[in-house]
């Protein structure tokens, strides 16, 4: 069966159901999902498939498949209502940086310039030499940072070796760059033949004036935050932007590390240029309070997401009743201001003033009406209609024009 297209964040309009994409059955564990995708992930990575679209597109498959399975949440919803449930929520596809063209590059540089979260792939190459651990390691001691450079797509590979007093207190491994540069954390788990599997990635994310990313191993669950979940969506409806803002926290899959060695690595994500870098180990012995307060805020984190969904539901009702009455006020105020037109027309059209015609007809007066003065001049049947009266207006008038005269 031939894979679904994925563009953008849209779920592919043909779809294979996601465990068959992944060739694991419904029950497996969260680590055989894993396992699963890793290997189809370099088997149809662009590096390795150069101008063959269908590999292209099984690779796209993949990674969209995997985005919902390994996470809990999207997992969950999709065995209860399928694609269906996804498609409500978003989805977004992580993008191989290391494929792009020129053009398109430009085009992801200025979308994560407008603040639009790219999630990008780590490049095949790196992957596989990490697999065959070929890599350069360097040592990164407790209690030490090391700064550096990092060309893009590639990465620097440190590795940290602690005992069994540190790892019963725990490890931070922290990654920061003053020149805010977009990076990625690794952690390596290593395997039986002698590599190094990739185990977490931790963007990078901008905080004051310097970006960073941390892996805590700290004995109880800790959460890592991916800004770019549901971007798109809530790029559309900007009030999700604050609703949402919260499902980002996903828990990390490894919570404590064993005595021994680990491989870490930082992994040049900017689009044009090095990522300038400084990272460094420590062990949560000398943060007590700071490792117990991580412990409460994520605590307090998680139940406000859950208030957020109820008080979400609660708001979008409201939201919908303000602006069902809203419209109404708006009707209703229109036909008030008609009707109150409409009598005051009526209104002034009781009076006896002739009403002026336009001066398309000529500048005349409409209708018949006549002043009440040349009224009763005309038609009233008075006294003033008798002989004496036409007398005494002669005379009235004579007398006027003798008082002109001696004017």
Not at 52 to 78: G, T
Not at 185 to 201: C, V
Not at 273 to 295: H, N, P, Q, V
Not at 346 to 368: D, R, Y
Request: negative net charge; proline residues 4%; hydrophobic residues 35%.
């Amino acid at each position: 069966m031939s894979p679904g297209k994925i563009e953008g964040s849209s779920a592919p309009p043909r779809r294979r159901d996601l465990y068959e994409v992944l060739s694991v059955s419904r029950d497996s564990s969260d680590q055989e999902i894993k396992t699963a995708y890793r290997k189809l992930a370099l088997k149809y990575h662009p590096d390795k498939n150069v101008g063959n679209p269908e590999a292209s597109e099984l690779f796209k498959e993949v990674a969209y498949s995997y985005s919902i399975l390994s996470d809990p949440e999207k997992r969950r919803q999709y065995d209860t209502a399928g694609f269906e449930a996804l498609e409500a929520n978003g989805m977004d596809v992580e993008i191989d940086l290391s494929n792009l063209g020129t053009v398109n590059t430009m085009f992801a540089a200025l979308f994560s310039k407008l603040g639009v979260p790219i999630k990008t792939t780590i490049s095949a190459t790196v992957l596989e030499e990490a697999l065959n651990g070929t890599v350069t390691v360097r040592p990164l001691p407790l209690g030490t940072s090391v700064s550096g450079k990092v060309d893009k797509q590639c990465a620097h590979f440190y590795s940290v070796t602690i005992n069994d007093e540190q790892a019963q207190a725990g490890i931070v491994v922290r990654a920061t760059s003053s020149s805010q540069s977009k990076f990625k954390l690794l952690y390596f788990e290593q395997d039986a033949s002698g590599g190094y599997d990739l185990a977490i990635q931790e963007e990078s994310e901008k905080t004051g004036k310097v970006t960073s990313a941390g892996l805590y191993f700290l004995h109880f669950q800790v959460y890592k935050m991916d800004s770019s979940t549901n971007a798109l969506a809530m790029a559309k409806d900007p009030e999700a932007a604050f609703f949402k803002r919260l499902e980002g926290l996903q828990p990390c899959e490894v919570s404590e590390l064993k005595p021994g060695t680990h491989i870490f690595a930082v992994y040049g994500d900017n689009f044009f240029k090095t990522a300038s870098y400084t990272i460094e180990a420590m062990c949560a012995r000398s943060f007590e309070d700071a490792t117990e307060k991580l412990k409460e805020i994520e605590a307090q984190i998680l139940r406000k997401r859950n208030d957020l969904r109820e008080f979400e539901i609660e708001y979008r009702k409201a939201l919908a009743r303000f602006q069902e009455v809203t419209s109404r006020y708006s009707q209703e105020k229109q036909i008030v201001d008609e009707l109150l037109k409409q009598r005051d027309s009526i209104h002034s059209s009781f009076t006896t003033e002739p009403t002026v015609a336009s001066v398309g007809n000529g500048g005349s007066t409409s209708g018949s009406c006549k002043a009440p003065d040349e009224e009763n001049s005309i038609d009233s049947p008075t006294e003033d209609n008798t002989s004496d009266a036409r007398d005494r207006s002669f005379k009235k008038r004579w007398f006027n024009l003798n008082l002109s005269k001696k004017g």
